[in-house]
């Protein structure tokens, strides 16, 4: 494996981990939070983006 790829391999592993501790503490669901991780860094964007205060924080 090359470098690159372990790297894209991290970024895909930590936009889950992400995703599903967001879900978890919003909706507190085993289904959500597998199916929220399953899109990864998409639903940490959409997150951001949805939330008060947005990316700003």
Not at 9 to 31: C, Y
Request: overall charge positive; cysteine-free; glycine content about 14%.
């Amino acid at each position: 494996m090359s470098a690159t790829n372990n790297a894209a391999q991290a970024g895909i592993g930590l936009g889950s981990a992400i995703a599903v501790a967001i879900s978890w503490s919003q909706h507190q669901s085993i289904l959500w939070a597998i199916l929220q991780g399953f899109f990864g860094w998409f639903y940490v964007i959409y997150y951001a983006f949805t939330r008060p205060g947005g990316l700003s924080g």
